[in-house]
């Protein structure tokens, strides 16, 4: 075990170095830079801009310096925001984006896990067809149309709760169950189908003939099988509920991670978006070795080698 | 089975808790300016949508319109702008211009305050520009300083003492600007974030004299000078700016608080104002405009904006180096159906480069000719009825709006010439970097004013114009352009612009579309603000009624 995790944990490593690298020089060949703006700045003040930050140094001299001080923990000032360094931009964002993301999460798994076993054991019944359009609806629906349908029923017709912001607890709501019904969707077609595929198991039928309960059958003996494709597609979707929605985020006005990751990339800001890129990958590899952990914990037929 | 109900009554308690207590308690609300108790007169918080997040509250290191917005509600230039614009004394109570128009001189008043309680004084503005103008700081707007003597040679690294420049402080409340060429605009260009002064001492305390990104603009150390300071500055979500109680004007400000949204998207800026979370957007969404206007007119502002929607020729590429094609093209579109079927703001069709009445400037060259004329000339250029017209391809930057302008005027130009362009879209950076690089043929392209006056829109086609970007150029336009400031009257300057205006209807080096509108969803308890041609009010005469 302890074998498996080292060894996944340098390969990790090694993974994160390269999308480092990658990202740091695919973003200097995209056209355009941080200073680009449509009234043209003179060239001695873009000289001045550069110098300032040590863009005009040569690239490989940049590259290393970003390594120096990445290595320090220090993932350098904003271009876009001067006088905020991405450090602090990535610390006081990332927190609001979790808790959407941990909210709408539980909402998801409860709503999405109950209606995939209800539709599982209630195969072809209107509980199983109406689970499935639920499904399908949150699937193929985008949140930034349930968003804003959802603000008009509740905020402006009812008045229930801000159209937009992120001041008060009730500003929560709305974002965490459009962002949790997306995610909710998903897991419950994930589930019926491994509870489908776990249901008709031989080891069933066995526990069901020692007289063992509907409810203990299922919740003791098939949950455990059935939920593996759940656990497997959790790994990558965590890191994507945690690091935040663009489309949520913008919709909402949250001062979230997540719309730095778009808005970065259009603003050039160089450091905030290889700050924004090493977040992810980091949390997408931590994520895939948790699950690689809990799968094997959860299916006896797993067995984790280095 | 038990297992059903149990977990549909789990899935139901967790919505429950999701909705429950859904009360009314919304946090900014418009409304909560109302609520005080009864002897207390309400405290006047204003809500207002600011378009994005400031990069910065140091304001001589931004660009930006939300940016100009709030400039002036934390600090005051030595001159300011009533709502009409018209120049007005700002920390200056009197000046005095020199008859060559080369040297101001600014008497400051004796109660200009930092909100600190400092005095402001001309050793401060001189400080300032000195900072707004050393290279290291690398400020993107240090040009607007450059009508100054040695300004643009400090700014470069060329002179580095700066008491050779033309900024002295004779006196703690006199300042003297000495400049290079006469600038008959300078007052105007002076309501601009670039001359605002800094408090310097709080500066050095950061040690942002000669550095971007110290900590001096957080609320807890920010100074200003302006009718209001900076309360909360929470990033992506707002910005409180409350009443200065040591602004020397501070009777005439009417507003207790202003918040600042930074509301990107106008579709959710919008769903805010229904909601009753503000008084006033930044903008308002295309799709929105009509069904505002049937049902509740009295919450629509469109107001005239001092800027031009145009597209460039790259008159390098076939065919545009002909400018038969040109004036062609420019003909074969129909401006008023565009204006009224497409962007439906009240946007003014343009036949000209300036926008009308301009501080008393009115082009009287416009660009005339049918289109029969258009399709004689299109055959004169040896496309007849369009046959053999090159590929042309028309670039603009990815939006909704320009995407459904250009689909129109394909349409025309399809339907009036028979020539066939194709479009393409490029994210805005990348689209900049095409213009700036001169590598299209033809593209979308927008200019806003810098200051209230025809100057600016002149400057735009001067060769070595970093904004040009059209390699069109013209040894007479540039002469005029040159002599311009320096003539004897405001007059003789307009006769200057009238010629050059005249250069441009004949030689189209950009095709006019129309002048700028801006839209906005206000409610009519806002009183006395509005947008002004350059869309930065001055916030002490806006008022909210009860």
Same mark, same amino acid.
């Given at each position: 075990?302890?074998?498996?995790?080292?060894?996944?944990?340098?390969?990790?490593?090694?993974?994160?170095?390269?999308?480092?690298?990658?990202?740091?020089?695919?973003?200097?060949?995209?056209?355009?830079?941080?200073?680009?703006?449509?009234?043209?700045?003179?060239?001695?003040?873009?000289?001045?801009?550069?110098?300032?930050?040590?863009?005009?140094?040569?690239?490989?001299?940049?590259?290393?310096?970003?390594?120096?001080?990445?290595?320090?923990?220090?993932?350098?000032?904003?271009?876009?925001?001067?006088?905020?360094?991405?450090?602090?931009?990535?610390?006081?964002?990332?927190?609001?984006?979790?808790?959407?993301?941990?909210?709408?999460?539980?909402?998801?798994?409860?709503?999405?896990?109950?209606?995939? =076993?209800?539709? +599982?054991? &209630?195969?072809?019944?209107?509980?199983?067809? *109406?689970?499935?359009?639920?499904?399908? #609806? /949150? %699937?193929?629906?985008?949140?930034?149309?349930?968003?804003?349908?959802?603000?008009?029923?509740?905020?402006?017709?009812?008045?229930?709760?801000?159209?937009?912001?992120?001041?008060?607890?009730?500003?929560?709501?709305?974002?965490?169950?459009?962002?949790?019904?997306?995610?909710?969707?998903?897991?419950?077609?994930?589930?019926?189908?491994?509870?489908?595929?776990?249901?008709?198991?031989?080891?069933?039928?066995?526990?069901?003939?020692?007289?063992?309960?509907?409810?203990?059958?299922? =919740?003791?003996? +098939?949950? &455990?099988?059935?939920?593996?494709?759940?656990? *497997?597609?959790?790994?990558?979707?965590? #890191? /994507? %509920?945690?690091?935040?929605?663009?489309?949520?985020?913008?919709?909402?006005?949250?001062?979230?991670?997540?719309?730095?990751?778009?808005?970065?990339?259009?603003?050039?800001?160089?450091?905030?978006?290889?700050?924004?890129?090493?977040?992810?990958?980091?949390?997408?590899?931590?994520?895939?070795?948790?699950?690689?952990?809990?799968?094997?914990?959860?299916?006896?037929?797993?067995?984790?080698?280095? | 089975?038990?297992?059903?109900?149990?977990?549909?009554?789990?899935?139901?308690?967790?919505?429950?808790?999701?909705?429950?207590?859904?009360?009314?308690?919304?946090?900014?609300?418009?409304?909560?300016?109302?609520?005080?108790?009864?002897?207390?007169?309400?405290?006047?918080?204003?809500?207002?949508?600011?378009?994005?997040?400031?990069?910065?509250?140091?304001?001589?290191?931004?660009?930006?319109?939300?940016?100009?917005?709030?400039?002036?509600?934390?600090?005051?230039?030595?001159?300011?702008?009533?709502?009409?614009?018209?120049?007005?004394?700002?920390?200056?109570?009197?000046?005095?211009?020199?008859?060559?128009?080369?040297?101001?001189?600014?008497?400051?008043?004796?109660?200009?305050?930092?909100?600190?309680?400092?005095?402001?004084?001309?050793?401060?503005?001189?400080?300032?520009?000195?900072?707004?103008?050393?290279?290291?700081?690398?400020?993107?707007?240090?040009?607007?300083?450059?009508?100054?003597?040695?300004?643009?040679?400090?700014?470069?690294?060329?002179?580095?003492?700066?008491?050779?420049?033309?900024?002295?402080?004779?006196?703690?409340?006199?300042?003297?600007?000495?400049?290079?060429?006469?600038?008959?605009?300078?007052?105007?260009?002076?309501?601009?974030?670039?001359?605002?002064?800094?408090?310097?001492?709080?500066?050095?305390?950061?040690?942002?004299?000669?550095?971007?990104?110290?900590?001096?603009?957080?609320?807890?150390?920010?100074?200003?000078?302006?009718?209001?300071?900076?309360?909360?500055?929470?990033?992506?979500?707002?910005?409180?700016?409350?009443?200065?109680?040591?602004?020397?004007?501070?009777?005439?400000?009417?507003?207790?608080?202003?918040?600042?949204?930074?509301?990107?998207?106008?579709?959710?800026?919008?769903?805010?104002?229904?909601?009753?979370?503000?008084?006033?957007?930044?903008?308002?969404?295309?799709?929105?405009?009509?069904?505002?206007?049937?049902?509740?007119?009295?919450?629509?502002?469109?107001?005239?904006?001092?800027?031009?929607?145009?597209?460039?020729?790259?008159?390098?590429?076939?065919?545009?180096?002909?400018?038969?094609?040109?004036?062609?093209?420019?003909?074969?579109?129909?401006?008023?159906?565009?204006?009224?079927?497409?962007?439906?703001?009240?946007?003014?069709?343009?036949?000209?480069?300036?926008?009308?009445?301009?501080?008393?400037?009115?082009?009287?060259?416009?660009?005339?000719?049918?289109?029969?004329?258009?399709?004689?000339?299109?055959?004169?250029?040896?496309?007849?009825?369009?046959?053999?017209?090159?590929?042309?391809?028309?670039?603009?930057?990815?939006?909704?709006?320009?995407?459904?302008?250009?689909?129109?005027?394909?349409?025309?130009?399809?339907?009036?010439?028979?020539?066939?362009?194709?479009?393409?879209?490029?994210?805005?950076?990348?689209?900049?970097?095409?213009?700036?690089?001169?590598?299209?043929?033809?593209?979308?392209?927008?200019?806003?004013?810098?200051?209230?006056?025809?100057?600016?829109?002149?400057?735009?086609?001067?060769?070595?114009?970093?904004?040009?970007?059209?390699?069109?150029?013209?040894?007479?336009?540039?002469?005029?352009?040159?002599?311009?400031?320096?003539?004897?009257?405001?007059?003789?300057?307009?006769?200057?612009?009238?010629?050059?205006?005249?250069?441009?209807?004949?030689?189209?080096?950009?095709?006019?579309?129309?002048?700028?509108?801006?839209?906005?969803?206000?409610?009519?308890?806002?009183?006395?603000?509005?947008?002004?041609?350059?869309?930065?009010?001055?916030?002490?005469?806006?008022?909210?009624?009860?």
């Amino acid at each position: 075990m302890l074998r498996f995790i080292t060894s996944r944990f340098l390969q990790s490593l090694l993974a994160l170095f390269l999308v480092i690298t990658a990202t740091f020089f695919m973003l200097r060949f995209v056209p355009g830079g941080p200073f680009t703006a449509e009234k043209a700045v003179t060239p001695e003040i873009l000289r001045n801009l550069e110098a300032h930050y040590g863009l005009d140094k040569p690239l490989w001299r940049q590259y290393l310096d970003y390594l120096g001080s990445l290595a320090q923990g220090d993932l350098g000032p904003s271009f876009k925001y001067p006088n905020r360094t991405v450090n602090e931009i990535i610390a006081d964002k990332v927190p609001v984006s979790a808790e959407l993301g941990a909210l709408a999460l539980s909402l998801a798994l409860v709503l999405g896990i109950s209606l995939g =076993t209800l539709a +599982a054991i &209630r195969r072809n019944t209107w509980i199983d067809y *109406t689970a499935s359009t639920f499904g399908m #609806a /949150g %699937i193929s629906i985008p949140t930034f149309v349930v968003g804003p349908l959802l603000v008009l029923a509740f905020a402006i017709h009812l008045g229930w709760f801000n159209a937009s912001g992120w001041y008060g607890p009730l500003d929560r709501v709305l974002p965490a169950i459009v962002l949790g019904l997306a995610y909710a969707a998903p897991i419950s077609r994930l589930t019926r189908g491994g509870m489908l595929e776990v249901l008709n198991q031989d080891f069933i039928r066995t526990a069901r003939a020692k007289g063992a309960s509907e409810f203990r059958v299922v =919740t003791r003996h +098939a949950l &455990r099988g059935g939920l593996l494709p759940v656990i *497997t597609y959790l790994g990558p979707a965590v #890191a /994507g %509920i945690l690091t935040g929605s663009f489309v949520i985020e913008t919709i909402f006005q949250i001062p979230g991670i997540g719309r730095e990751f778009v808005n970065s990339a259009f603003n050039r800001d160089y450091t905030l978006v290889l700050g924004t890129v090493i977040l992810y990958a980091g949390l997408i590899m931590a994520l895939n070795l948790v699950v690689d952990i809990v799968q094997a914990w959860l299916n006896p037929k797993v067995r984790l080698e280095a | 089975m038990p297992i059903r109900p149990r977990l549909l009554v789990a899935a139901l308690l967790f919505t429950c808790l999701f909705g429950a207590g859904c009360g009314k308690s919304k946090s900014p609300s418009p409304d909560s300016s109302s609520a005080a108790g009864s002897q207390v007169p309400a405290r006047k918080v204003l809500h207002m949508g600011n378009g994005a997040e400031p990069q910065e509250l140091d304001f001589q290191v931004v660009t930006g319109m939300p940016e100009h917005r709030l400039a002036l509600a934390f600090f005051e230039g030595l001159i300011s702008e009533d709502p009409q614009l018209n120049i007005i004394p700002g920390v200056a109570e009197k000046w005095d211009i020199s008859p060559d128009g080369l040297t101001y001189t600014f008497h400051m008043r004796a109660d200009a305050k930092w909100s600190n309680g400092d005095a402001v004084t001309a050793a401060d503005f001189v400080q300032s520009y000195q900072r707004i103008l050393t290279p290291a700081l690398a400020a993107e707007y240090s040009y607007m300083l450059w009508h100054v003597t040695g300004a643009e040679d400090f700014n470069k690294g060329k002179l580095t003492d700066f008491a050779q420049t033309g900024f002295k402080a004779l006196d703690p409340r006199t300042l003297r600007l000495t400049l290079r060429q006469p600038t008959p605009f300078l007052l105007h260009a002076m309501n601009h974030y670039a001359w605002f002064p800094l408090h310097i001492p709080t500066l050095k305390k950061f040690g942002a004299l000669e550095r971007k990104g110290t900590r001096w603009s957080r609320p807890e150390s920010f100074v200003g000078n302006g009718p209001y300071l900076l309360k909360e500055w929470s990033p992506n979500q707002r910005i409180v700016a409350v009443r200065s109680p040591t602004y020397w004007d501070r009777a005439t400000v009417k507003i207790d608080e202003i918040h600042f949204y930074p509301i990107e998207l106008a579709e959710t800026e919008e769903r805010m104002f229904r909601a009753g979370q503000l008084h006033a957007t930044y903008e308002l969404p295309l799709s929105k405009l009509a069904v505002y206007r049937r049902d509740q007119p009295e919450s629509v502002r469109v107001d005239p904006f001092n800027g031009i929607y145009f597209y460039r020729f790259n008159v390098k590429r076939k065919p545009f180096d002909d400018v038969r094609v040109r004036r062609a093209l420019t003909l074969a579109i129909d401006r008023e159906t565009l204006v009224s079927k497409v962007t439906l703001a009240d946007e003014l069709p343009a036949y000209d480069f300036t926008p009308p009445n301009l501080i008393g400037f009115k082009s009287r060259h416009a660009i005339q000719g049918d289109l029969a004329e258009a399709k004689r000339l299109l055959a004169e250029a040896g496309y007849p009825e369009g046959k053999g017209f090159p590929k042309v391809e028309l670039l603009y930057n990815t939006l909704e709006k320009h995407r459904i302008i250009a689909e129109a005027i394909q349409q025309m130009w399809r339907k009036n010439l028979g020539v066939d362009i194709t479009l393409y879209n490029q994210e805005w950076k990348v689209y900049i970097d095409s213009q700036h690089s001169k590598n299209y043929q033809l593209a979308r392209a927008g200019w806003i004013a810098d200051y209230v006056d025809p100057h600016t829109f002149f400057d735009l086609w001067a060769t070595d114009g970093g904004n040009n970007n059209t390699h069109w150029s013209s040894a007479e336009y540039d002469r005029l352009l040159r002599s311009a400031l320096g003539a004897p009257s405001t007059e003789a300057r307009y006769d200057i612009y009238q010629q050059m205006e005249k250069i441009l209807v004949d030689e189209l080096p950009v095709l006019p579309i129309f002048f700028y509108t801006r839209a906005r969803l206000q409610s009519p308890k806002l009183k006395g603000y509005y947008t002004t041609p350059l869309d930065n009010y001055p916030w002490k005469y806006a008022d909210l009624a009860p």
